[in-house]
């Protein structure tokens, strides 16, 4: 939202409510309320649409959810916006105060960001040990079919000048940075000329790539003179059959402890992303997945069940197939809920096994294998993993 209100004529006060940080009041006095949100978040954000739309205020909700299921996001908002707003959000914005704008706005085209502005940072209120998020390209130029970007941005790759990105890195008085791109690996060249340019702010910073940044030393070696301390890396899963089977065959298994060593060669951290519930996944992934991450001595993991979100490849498979459990959005978490029915297992046992991943990882065993395995980063990769595993046991 911080991004979209850099938009706003200056003339219009923005007030920005993050609610991970406090609740909305819903007496706020307002001419016009924005929403975004995620799939899980839809119910919620219908709530508070209601509340301000009872208080006659209207509503404009956009986002990856409203995107993906535009028909009944409509049904809860004065105005919608389905893809990215770019183009039409400023012209929404003048129409709106001439009392003249229509209820919905479709961008037909995924926009050029050669003009994206820098967020309005004064708007960001969140305190999570992050010194600033921003973004360098939007979208990637994958089709995983578990993967909501590849819909939302149609697999199409955009990228901001690089001198405005380092502006903007550099805008920031914090140290650490989180680049939120969906593959900074997109396009290895724009990433190489990129990273030259952060360089000079002496800062360090993380950001999401494919496999393909662990195949490049040039890269590695260019991040990591510019403040790379950690790559959070969609290794999805151990098996191949599962990964060929999700359209991601691009991720070869048998590569993977070469790619993890490279990117640690270079003095860089990994967090893999993984996901438990495919198809071809059988009762004994859990484990075959510890056991691959411990030997690796990977530093960090995010574990996640695998969820068929609206609009994806996967959901309209897994519907086609009767499979698709609930329609509750808000458990469509990837955490706490298994929405569909798995192959090879029960729901049960996909929570079960999730839930087994997630304490052995950040078991003190294996803290201590994978990061004397790899020391990389120990100085805070240590502190990190011990913050986890006990926020881990103190969870019910
Ligand atoms: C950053 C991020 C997070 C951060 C958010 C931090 C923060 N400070 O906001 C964190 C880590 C918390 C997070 C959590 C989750 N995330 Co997330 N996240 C992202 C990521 C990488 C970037 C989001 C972003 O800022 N994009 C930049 C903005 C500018 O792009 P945008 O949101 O698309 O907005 C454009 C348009 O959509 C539109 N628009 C968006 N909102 C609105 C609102 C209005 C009013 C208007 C007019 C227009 C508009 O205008 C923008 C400009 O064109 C996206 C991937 C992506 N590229 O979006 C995934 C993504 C959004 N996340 C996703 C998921 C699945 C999750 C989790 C469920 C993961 C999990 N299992 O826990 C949770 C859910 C959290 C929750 N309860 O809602 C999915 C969403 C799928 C879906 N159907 O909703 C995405 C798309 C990733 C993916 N590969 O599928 N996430």
């Given at each position: 939202?911080?991004?979209?209100?850099?938009?706003?004529?200056?003339?219009?006060?923005?007030?920005?409510?993050?609610?991970?940080?406090?609740?909305?009041?819903?007496?706020?006095?307002?001419?016009?309320?924005?929403?975004?949100?995620?799939?899980?978040?839809?119910?919620?954000?219908?709530?508070?649409?209601?509340?301000?739309?009872?208080?006659?205020?209207?509503?404009?909700?956009?986002?990856?959810?409203?995107?993906?299921?535009?028909?009944?996001?409509?049904?809860?908002?004065?105005?919608?916006?389905?893809?990215?707003?770019?183009?039409?959000?400023?012209?929404?914005?003048?129409?709106?105060?001439?009392?003249?704008?229509?209820?919905?706005?479709?961008?037909?085209?995924?926009?050029?960001?050669?003009?994206?502005?820098?967020?309005?940072?004064?708007?960001?209120?969140?305190?999570?040990?992050?010194?600033?998020?921003?973004?360098?390209?939007?979208?990637?130029?994958?089709?995983?079919?578990?993967?909501?970007?590849?819909?939302?941005?149609?697999?199409?790759?955009?990228?901001?000048?690089?001198?405005?990105?380092?502006?903007?890195?550099?805008?920031?008085?914090?140290?650490?940075?989180?680049?939120?791109?969906?593959?900074?690996?997109?396009?290895?060249?724009?990433?190489?000329?990129?990273?030259?340019?952060?360089?000079?702010?002496?800062?360090?910073?993380?950001?999401?790539?494919?496999?393909?940044?662990?195949?490049?030393?040039?890269?590695?070696?260019?991040?990591?003179?510019?403040?790379?301390?950690?790559?959070?890396?969609?290794l999805e899963s151990v098996s191949?059959?599962?990964?060929?089977?999700?359209?991601?065959?691009?991720?070869?298994v048998?590569?993977y402890t070469?790619?993890v060593?490279?990117?640690?060669?270079?003095?860089?951290?990994v967090q893999v992303g993984i996901v438990f519930?495919?198809?071809?996944d059988t009762p004994a992934v859990f484990n075959d997945t510890l056991d691959f991450l411990e030997a690796a001595g990977v530093q960090n993991a995010t574990f996640n069940?695998?969820?068929?979100?609206?609009?994806?490849?996967?959901?309209?498979?897994?519907?086609?197939?009767?499979?698709?459990?609930?329609?509750?959005?808000?458990?469509?978490?990837?955490?706490?809920?298994?929405?569909?029915?798995?192959?090879?297992?029960?729901?049960?046992?996909l929570?079960a096994g999730y839930r087994h991943a997630n304490r052995r990882f950040y078991s003190w065993s294996s803290v201590r294998r994978r990061l004397?395995r790899?020391?990389?980063?120990?100085?805070?990769?240590?502190?990190?993993n011990?913050?986890y595993a006990?926020?881990l046991?103190?969870?019910?």
């Open positions: 939202m911080p991004y979209l209100a850099a938009f706003a004529p200056p003339d219009w006060t923005v007030l920005h409510v993050d609610e991970a940080v406090r609740a909305v009041d819903l007496a706020t006095r307002a001419d016009l309320v924005a929403i975004t949100f995620h799939t899980p978040s839809a119910p919620h954000a219908y709530d508070l649409a209601a509340g301000f739309r009872q208080r006659g205020i209207p509503v404009v909700l956009g986002g990856p959810h409203v995107t993906l299921m535009p028909d009944e996001a409509q049904a809860h908002a004065d105005v919608i916006f389905i893809g990215e707003a770019e183009s039409d959000w400023p012209q929404f914005l003048r129409d709106f105060a001439a009392g003249r704008h229509r209820r919905r706005y479709i961008a037909a085209e995924p926009p050029t960001l050669e003009q994206a502005p820098m967020s309005r940072k004064d708007l960001f209120h969140r305190r999570d040990h992050t010194g600033g998020v921003l973004f360098a390209t939007r979208g990637c130029v994958h089709r995983c079919d578990f993967c909501s970007v590849a819909v939302m941005y149609q697999s199409r790759l955009r990228k901001r000048p690089v001198e405005a990105v380092a502006e903007e890195y550099g805008s920031f008085p914090g140290k650490v940075i989180i680049l939120w791109d969906d593959n900074i690996a997109s396009d290895l060249k724009y990433a190489k000329t990129l990273f030259s340019a952060l360089a000079p702010h002496g800062k360090w910073w993380s950001s999401q790539a494919s496999i393909h940044a662990a195949q490049d030393d040039e890269f590695l070696e260019l991040a990591a003179r510019s403040g790379c301390k950690q790559l959070f890396i969609g191949q059959a599962s990964l060929d089977g999700a359209r991601k065959g691009f991720n070869r048998a590569d070469r790619a060593e490279r990117i640690h060669s270079h003095g860089i951290a519930g495919f198809d071809q069940i695998l969820t068929p979100f609206p609009g994806t490849r996967l959901y309209h498979r897994l519907e086609a197939e009767g499979r698709i459990l609930t329609r509750d959005w808000s458990k469509y978490n990837g955490r706490a809920d298994v929405v569909f029915q798995p192959q090879q297992m029960s729901p049960e046992e929570l004397s790899s020391p990389v980063g120990l100085f805070w990769t240590l502190p990190l011990v913050a006990l926020a046991r103190r969870s019910p």
